[in-house]
């Protein structure tokens, strides 16, 4: 059982549906502008998405994280870091970072565009819920909330419009 810890919105200055098409393009393959742009938008993790891939499709797909290694460059031994799932029906993408952390991207139709929802969940077992690494992770709510800030600027470059936080 998941436990919601924050939410936060956003206003993305484009109609919906060009909205979706942009940020819910989702394949197999390297995470990136083009590819499962959300990914590169998560507060405190986007930097480490930009360096995965993936694996799976059309609408769930897991994460592989790349380790270099060996003489070869470009040689990596591939590691499941978590899943993805893209609804466009719902309007929704919710990405599942492993073991504790879980995030959804909810758009729907704002009078100025898009409105986005972003929500975190705290998905690890309930037994492990109240351990100190796992609970710290969920109280640093207001340090997300400037990194939501951070992706709605990526979202509006991406988008070329307006992005910012409220509703």
């Given amino acids: 059982m998941e436990a919601e810890a924050w939410r936060a919105t956003g206003v993305i200055e484009a109609p919906l549906e060009r909205v979706l098409d942009v940020l819910l393009a989702v394949s197999e393959g390297p995470i990136g502008a083009h590819n499962a742009p959300l990914l590169c938008a998560v507060p405190g993790a986007g930097w480490l998405l930009t360096r995965a891939t993936l694996q799976g499709g059309p609408h769930k797909f897991t994460i592989h994280y790349g380790q270099?290694?060996?003489?070869?460059?470009?040689?990596?031994?591939?590691?499941?870091?978590?899943?993805?799932?893209?609804?466009?029906?719902?309007?929704?993408?919710?990405?599942?970072?492993?073991?504790?952390?879980?995030?959804?991207?909810?758009?729907?139709?704002?009078?100025?565009?898009?409105?986005?929802?972003?929500?975190?969940?705290?998905?690890?077992?309930?037994?492990?819920?109240?351990?100190?690494i796992v609970r710290v992770q969920f109280r640093l709510g207001g340090t997300l909330k400037i990194g939501l800030r951070g992706g709605l600027r990526r979202i509006g470059k991406l988008l070329g419009c307006r992005a910012y936080p409220g509703a």
């Fill in 68 to 132: 270099r290694h060996g003489q070869r460059a470009g040689h990596y031994d591939q590691h499941p870091g978590g899943t993805v799932e893209v609804d466009r029906d719902r309007g929704s993408f919710g990405f599942r970072g492993g073991y504790k952390f879980g995030a959804e991207y909810h758009f729907t139709p704002h009078p100025k565009g898009t409105l986005l929802t972003y929500r975190t969940f705290n998905i690890a077992p309930e037994r492990h819920r109240n351990r100190a």
